[in-house]
């Protein structure tokens, strides 16, 4: 059985025939797909089809958020310690994510022990307590936490339950009348049951509603989500699809021609606008906030977004926050609405209105942390609002990751179609402060947040990697974004660019690279290039300057159009990418750290080689000068002098390599070997050594260093800097 899903699908099922259609408006309405295969479920036992139930539904974020809703089933196993059959619950484990969930991601119980908690339990106070006695229930020694909604499967007593958040149902769940509307849409099929935190009673509370209702198929938890169940995976997969299916034409009709969100009061810019705006935000908004650890921010424009920040309601449901528990715990209670008129775009103004802003802010979350605290909940967190609505613009993301930052976007977005719906057909409800602090600030949920892992030494930063393509900076994009950096990888070759970037995306996510294509000759590129950074990561931490070439000729025989290559590359590439660094170190205020990859050569001449040596060395100054100029702004500014790194590096495989071998007398073969002999620790040098170094430099480890240099040669007296 395999525990990843396969990419096979088939066309959308007919719905239930009592379920009756309005074929006019479904035809203009996107519906979610059954991509259920009967050949590929056939081979799978019941974990297998469990897995692959929730792959499907998590596939599709209109089914649920990321880290969302949970699904399980219960399976007769073998009991290891009796050899008999016993009957244990497969759940989703705690912190985990239905679309991208494996086999190892489920917690397995004794369905038995899990019921005998029951005579444990003692109240709504002892709902804390319960959790504690979970891992009594393991099954075979499993060790996947199990989440808190665990009592809400284990107590359903049907074979297979979903619990999702889909956005047409928690608009219903999120409406003042929603007890009304789920009659209204479901009838008697699907029952409501009133706001209550997840957890041990509200286990309980559905088991008693399904022993009520029999024939019931599910239930709208209130202000929450959507639970189904069934005896068979298949059937329970089409019926969730089916319940979600229906809201969505339902609300389809109830929308058409309606005033969404009271109508637009203000107009979108162009998209070039808008994403000019948002460079010039996003390092402002990631400075301010991230003081006491570093922040990544993520941009949304799509046109939900638009037409909530551009909406006559968008301050009333603003400051109402959201309503589902995983979108608030993921976005803050509620955004920070920037004051901006698109008709009038004065960027200036917003930065300098950022500062008061974000105090009010603030005091608005101390507010409500003190109004709602517990005698014994935790310290008050970050302050810092998470999501920023800019009318005309969109929405700025923030959280300690890039993935965080988007995710918390997807929620937030998820959050406005709620709010579309529920506005639109009724009274769009927030959850009151006090049930979302008891959440937020929920004693079990602060231990989950203990567990996490310490962050990785450069979390939270992003490198710009100029030559990110080549031998020494992929493999220092490689070994940056393994200390749990976000990378730029910049580059004038754009297959290797691509190829490089695939290569990334594959082995450390999406979220962690982006590339650009740059000839760090061009002002107006490395400009733009930096603008780009911005709006993908929030801005810039680390410059790695890398771009190169390599020339080779006797002074009498070099054409002035290669001097002007080698220092247009290697002077004034390198000064223009560090003038765009400094200028938006500047504007974060969070400090900034510069590594030029220099030369052997910018140290020790080299015969038939001037202009290659010549711009090396202006490298080295330059790099010496901006030590100087940044140190007041906590800039770091240093350099790494790598010498006969072949391996990997595009300088080396065209002619500068049959070059260096003419000058020493040697074959191309041999030239590799001839380095190594001649450093005085007889090594050769690889692009992972350099890599070392400059992550050495970028990283705290060297945070009292500047205006230094390294050499990586294996050792050259002539190099050496003193």
């Avoid at 926050?321 to 008129?341: A, E, M, N, Q, Y």
């Avoid at 923030?398 to 406005?416: G, L, Q």
């Avoid at 709010?419 to 602090?437: C, D, H, I, K, N």
């Avoid at 950074?533 to 929030?538: Q, S, W, Y």
Wanted: net charge negative; proline share 4%.
């Amino acid at each position: 059985m395999s525990d990843t899903v396969n990419e096979k699908g088939r066309e959308p099922s007919r719905p239930d025939d009592d379920f009756i259609w309005e074929d006019d408006m479904a035809a203009n309405v996107r519906l979610l797909e059954n991509r259920w295969d009967d050949g590929y479920a056939a081979g799978l036992d019941e974990p297998g089809k469990l897995l692959y139930r929730s792959n499907l539904l998590g596939a599709d974020k209109r089914i649920t958020n990321y880290g969302g809703g949970n699904t399980s089933a219960k399976v007769m196993e073998t009991d290891p310690l009796t050899g008999g059959k016993v009957k244990v619950l497969w759940v989703k484990g705690s912190g985990g994510d239905v679309g991208t969930i494996k086999l190892d991601g489920f917690a397995t119980l004794y369905q038995d022990k899990l019921e005998s908690v029951k005579g444990i339990y003692k109240g709504v106070e002892d709902e804390d307590r319960m959790v504690g006695f979970l891992p009594h229930c393991t099954f075979n020694l499993n060790a996947r936490a199990a989440s808190i909604d665990t009592p809400l499967h284990g107590f359903v007593p049907f074979t297979h339950v979903d619990h999702m958040h889909p956005d047409a149902i928690i608009a219903i769940a999120a409406s003042k009348n929603s007890r009304e509307l789920t009659q209204q849409i479901f009838g008697d099929e699907i029952g409501w049951l009133p706001w209550r935190r997840p957890g041990f009673q509200l286990g309980l509370d559905l088991g008693a509603f399904v022993a009520a209702n029999p024939n019931a198929k599910g239930v709208v938890l209130e202000s929450h989500g959507l639970f189904t169940w069934a005896d068979d995976a298949k059937a329970c997969y089409e019926l969730t699809l089916d319940i979600i299916n229906k809201a969505i034409v339902w609300f389809a009709g109830k929308t058409e021609g309606k005033t969404i969100f009271g109508g637009a009061v203000t107009q979108s810019l162009a998209v070039a606008e808008r994403r000019a705006i948002a460079a010039r935000l996003m390092p402002e908004i990631r400075g301010r906030i991230g003081k006491q650890e570093r922040k990544l921010g993520h941009f949304d424009d799509q046109d939900a977004v638009l037409e909530f920040v551009n909406s006559k309601d968008l301050r009333p449901l603003g400051a109402l926050g959201t309503s589902c528990p995983d979108h608030f715990l993921r976005t803050k209670i509620r955004p920070l609405i920037v004051d901006f008129d698109p008709a009038k775009p004065d960027v200036d103004a917003i930065v300098a209105g950022l500062d008061q802003a974000l105090e009010d802010y603030r005091a608005d979350y101390a507010r409500y942390y003190n109004d709602c605290k517990h005698d014994n909940s935790p310290a008050m967190r970050d302050a810092n609002p998470v999501i920023f609505l800019v009318p005309g613009v969109g929405m700025l993301s923030f959280a300690r990751d890039k993935a965080t930052a988007r995710i918390a976007s997807e929620f937030y977005v998820n959050a406005i179609n709620v709010m579309r719906g529920a506005s639109t057909v009724s009274e769009y409800q927030g959850l009151p402060e006090q049930e979302a602090f008891d959440i937020e600030y929920w004693l079990l949920e602060e231990a989950k947040l203990q567990r996490m892992p310490k962050p990785k030494s450069l979390a939270g930063r992003v490198a710009f990697v100029t030559g990110g393509a080549g031998g020494i900076g992929r493999a220092t994009a490689a070994r940056l974004v393994g200390e749990g950096a976000c990378v730029v990888l910049a580059d004038i070759d754009q297959a290797a660019l691509e190829g490089t970037e695939a290569d990334f995306v594959k082995k450390y996510g999406a979220d962690a690279v982006r590339s650009v294509r740059l000839d760090v000759t061009q002002e107006h590129a490395v400009i733009a290039a930096f603008v780009e950074a911005c709006v993908e990561f929030g801005g810039v931490d680390i410059l790695v300057s890398n771009a190169g070439i390599a020339s080779s000729a006797p002074i009498e025989t070099t054409e002035l159009s290669t001097w002007n290559r080698n220092i247009d590359i290697l002077a004034t590439g390198y000064f223009l990418v560090s003038r765009e660094a400094f200028r938006l170190f500047r504007r974060q205020a969070l400090g900034g750290n510069v590594i030029f990859v220099a030369s052997k050569n910018g140290l020790a001449a080299s015969p038939n080689a001037s202009a290659y040596c010549t711009a090396k060395a202006a490298e080295i100054h330059l790099a010496r000068c901006l030590a100087l100029e940044g140190a007041d702004a906590g800039i770091r500014v240093n350099t790494v002098n790598p010498d006969a790194v072949l391996r990997g590096s595009k300088i080396w495989s065209g002619e500068w390599r049959e070059q260096r071998a003419a000058s020493s007398k040697i074959e191309v073969d041999d030239l590799e070997e001839h380095y190594r002999k001649r450093s005085m620790l007889k090594l050769n040098v690889f692009p992972e050594d350099i890599a070392e170094a400059i992550y050495f430099l970028a990283s705290d480890l060297s945070a009292k260093s500047t205006g230094n240099i390294i050499n990586v040669d294996a050792g050259n007296v002539q190099s050496f800097t003193r």
